[in-house]
């Protein structure tokens, strides 16, 4: 089984629904498919092509994780949540592409992604984010997402793409940090209480060099 055509009329592909089959080698994703629930195409090794329509909104957990021939992938500007581990194991992905309306990136989306080159984000707003291991055992590590509405930002063809942050991390339990030593601007995203700074924050090796502050 190489490729696969599925109806036009398939509204939701199931867990599991083509998991290890691995001589598929590519799949198209018709209009009306609004979910791929966990693990659909998990672990299918020969996967280099997936071509998404317009429609689509959510991914589920561990989607293509193991999908270890699979380079590059572009989601539409539909799709609004991507759930854990998607895309763990993918060792030769280099280059993903998410739209603009993307508000949900699960937990270690990219773990063990060794060959990731760029990452590009086309909204305007950042997308939640499960927790910091978005980025965990890739080649991006210690990266962030820039979206549109950031200062300074790095631009590429219009579209807006990984930008490394010197310094990161969590002040409280849903507070994240990023300091750039480019601009000299700290980042803090995120709702909730921040921890007690009194004796020392958490950028304290950058506090001679910041000059702005952005909440």
Same mark, same amino acid.
């Given at each position: 089984?190489?490729?696969? @055509? ?145 200062? @300074? ?6 579209? =807006? ?15 994240? =940090? ?24 958490? =950028? ?12």
């Amino acid at each position: 089984l190489e490729t696969i @055509n599925i109806p036009e009329n398939v509204e939701f592909i199931g867990q599991s629904a083509f998991a290890y089959c691995s001589s598929l080698k590519e799949i198209t994703i018709p209009l009306l498919v609004e979910t791929i629930d966990d693990k659909a195409f998990q672990y299918c090794t020969s996967l280099t092509t997936v071509v998404f329509t317009d429609g689509l909104i959510e991914i589920g957990n561990s989607v293509f994780e193991g999908c270890s021939s699979l380079q590059t992938i572009s989601f539409p500007d539909t799709i609004d949540i991507i759930g854990d581990s998607v895309f763990e194991d993918c060792i030769n992905l280099k280059n993903v592409e998410f739209g603009n309306r993307l508000s949900y990136i699960g937990e270690a989306i990219f773990e063990n992604c060794k060959s990731l080159e760029t990452i590009n984000y086309k909204g305007q707003n950042y997308p939640l984010q499960s927790d910091s291991r978005l980025l965990s055992k890739s080649h991006l590590t210690e990266s962030v997402i820039v979206p549109s509405n950031f200062d @300074n930002q790095t631009k590429t063809n219009g579209e =807006w793409r990984i930008r490394k942050a010197t310094g990161q991390g969590f002040i409280g339990d849903n507070v994240e =940090w990023f300091y750039f030593e480019d601009t000299n601007i700290l980042y803090l995203y995120g709702e909730g209480k921040v921890d007690d700074c009194d004796k020392e924050c958490p =950028w304290s090796d950058y506090k001679e060099n910041i000059q702005t502050v952005v909440i």
